[in-house]
């Protein structure tokens, strides 16, 4: 097994699998039996449960919970305050994780309810309660989460406001 660069007060579960270079930072909890692969960051106050397999090159942020159970595929990111849910009736005896693809991109505060599949390339908006599942490539957002736009769409909204602002950064 591979140890993780890990900061204070961390509370590791048994059995847990680190991939090489994992970075997890400040009051980060993980349950037992779970994988992190290789060069995956978690970010403070992180709450992540237990059987959660998270893939490689992922960056979870600040404040992010993980339930029990959920699939995070490759090159993920995941925006501070977020919430992965597992239990559609808590407390309950049922939980259905939900899965998050690779290349997925979670914004900030976004809910993602139990038995919700967020496609690959998807992208869910900041602030968005996830009910259903989310398409490959396909962004949504909102109460409940709608698609606005393809990812392609999405990339170039991101080229065009990165433009601007560092045109308007360099005056």
């Known amino acids: 097994m591979t140890f993780p660069k890990i900061a204070e007060s961390v509370v590791l579960g048994k059995n847990i699998k680190f991939g090489k270079d994992v970075v997890i930072w400040n009051y980060v909890v993980i349950g037992d039996n779970t994988t992190i692969g290789d060069n995956t960051c978690i970010g403070s106050f992180c709450d992540i449960g237990k ?3 998270i893939g490689k090159n992922c960056n979870i942020q600040a ?3 993980i ?8 090159n993920v990111f995941i925006g501070p305050n977020a919430s992965i849910l597992n239990d559609k009736f808590p407390p309950s005896k049922v939980l259905a994780p939900p899965i998050i ?4 991109i979670i914004g900030g505060g976004a809910v993602i309810l139990p038995n919700v599949i967020v496609g ?3 992208v869910v908006g900041a602030g968005s309660v996830v009910v259903s599942d989310v398409p490959k ?4 957002k909102g109460n409940p989460a709608r698609k606005m736009m ?3 769409d999405y990339e170039r909204k991101k080229e065009a406001f990165t ?8 005056h």
Do not use: M, P, Q, W
Not at 101 to 104: E, I, L, Q, R
């Open 51 to 53: 059987n959660v397999v």
């Open 63 to 65: 404040h992010v919970t």
């Open 67 to 74: 339930s029990n159970g959920c699939k995070i595929g490759n």
């Open 101 to 104: 693809k690779d290349n997925a």
């Open 120 to 122: 690959e390339n998807a």
């Open 137 to 140: 490539g396909a962004v949504v």
């Open 150 to 152: 393809s990812r392609e």
């Open 163 to 170: 433009k601007r602002i560092k045109e308007k950064l360099a």
